[in-house]
């Protein structure tokens, strides 16, 4: 029996068989190192639920269901989420982190997201803040606080996003010009239309639920927020865990071999095989994939498949330095653009 005949076999079994879930991540942290809970969540948990925690980031479209949005999530207990960042969740695209983080830097994942993100979804005070916000902020300033461009001779409405408004905007300044209103501004006076705990929960709202938490120092903060450059990010160009090195010239023949009767020769999801096959094939040219998956990503793909779909677990067929190749193929060529020549 030819090996091709051999992988033909194996995988049939292999989509019988269920299968873990894709992880979107970084490299693995090396044990016994000082993790930061806000490094965790940046490096390995921002690539799907975003730099906000609300499930906004650029592999949301690739994802069914979507990214959990921690900001409208009040059901989710500490314990929770405690276990399902253990054990991962099946049916969707959320792993099992048990083999990569220790027990203490789950449980401090879990605080930090609770802490940072969920406090809208879990204060009363804070969610009366959002209503206000929609109904009467929200068309200057946006759904998610961005800014608009102000009309002619205005200064333009507040981006509560940047750096800059957070260091600026001290909570007893924000409550002052919700207010009072700010001359030569759009913004109007609130004191006659809204009470005073109206005003402190959509100031409190904005401040907890809009304005990006202080992420000085962090590798890959924003390696999935939309910037072309973000290829040439840090956490883009994470190299495979353990040391590996992948092989293009030999990643391009398992791939063709392999993978382009579904995914296509061109990376773009239309192989021969894909026509029949739904959930559709990834399409490694797709922006949100070359946005979102770096070669650590790439390779848990291969190794443990993708649940519901015919997305096989290579690693019951290949072995660790082929899917490492394999995997290198896919990053290089589709990812970056580049070649097989490219060494």
């Not at 959990?68 to 049916?91: C, N, Q, S, V, Y």
């Amino acid at each position: 029996m030819t090996r091709h005949i051999q992988l033909a076999s194996t995988l049939l079994l292999a989509c019988l068989i269920s299968l873990g879930s894709t992880a979107l991540a970084g490299e693995r942290p090396l044990k016994g190192g000082t993790s930061r809970p806000d490094v965790l969540y940046h490096n390995y948990c921002s690539v799907c639920h975003g730099d906000r925690g609300d499930g906004n980031s650029r592999a949301k479209n690739s994802l069914v269901p979507p990214p959990k949005d921690f900001t409208r999530a009040p059901e989710l207990t500490r314990e929770t989420m405690i276990t399902i960042i253990t054990h991962g969740k099946p049916g969707t695209a959320m792993s099992a982190w048990k083999t990569q983080l220790e027990s203490k830097e789950i449980a401090a994942l879990a605080d930090y997201i609770r802490a940072t993100f969920m406090q809208v979804s879990l204060d009363p005070k804070l969610q009366r803040g959002r209503v206000v916000y929609a109904q009467n902020c929200m068309v200057c300033h946006g759904e998610r606080g961005q800014g608009a461009p102000g009309a002619a001779g205005l200064i333009p409405a507040r981006d509560f996003t940047t750096p800059q408004a957070r260091t600026e905007l001290t909570r007893e300044r924000m409550i002052n010009a919700v207010t009072q209103g700010r001359p030569n501004t759009a913004m109007a006076a609130f004191a006659n239309r809204l009470p005073a705990t109206d005003i402190e929960s959509v100031v409190d709202y904005v401040r907890f639920g809009l304005m990006l938490p202080a992420t000085t120092g962090i590798s890959g903060t924003n390696a999935h927020a939309g910037r072309k450059e973000q290829q040439a990010s840090e956490g883009m160009n994470m190299p495979f865990a353990n040391g590996l090195a992948g092989n293009v010239a030999k990643g391009e023949k398992l791939y063709m071999a392999n993978c382009s009767t579904c995914h296509g020769t061109k990376g773009d999801g239309k192989g021969p095989r894909a026509y029949f096959i739904n959930p559709k094939p990834r399409n490694f040219i797709d922006k949100n994939f070359r946005l979102a998956f770096n070669r650590p990503a790439i390779y848990t793909a291969v190794h443990d498949g993708r649940l519901g779909a015919e997305m096989p677990a290579w690693s019951k067929v290949l072995s660790e330095q082929e899917m490492t190749d394999v995997s290198e193929f896919v990053f290089r060529r589709f990812v970056q653009g580049r070649g097989p020549s490219a060494k």
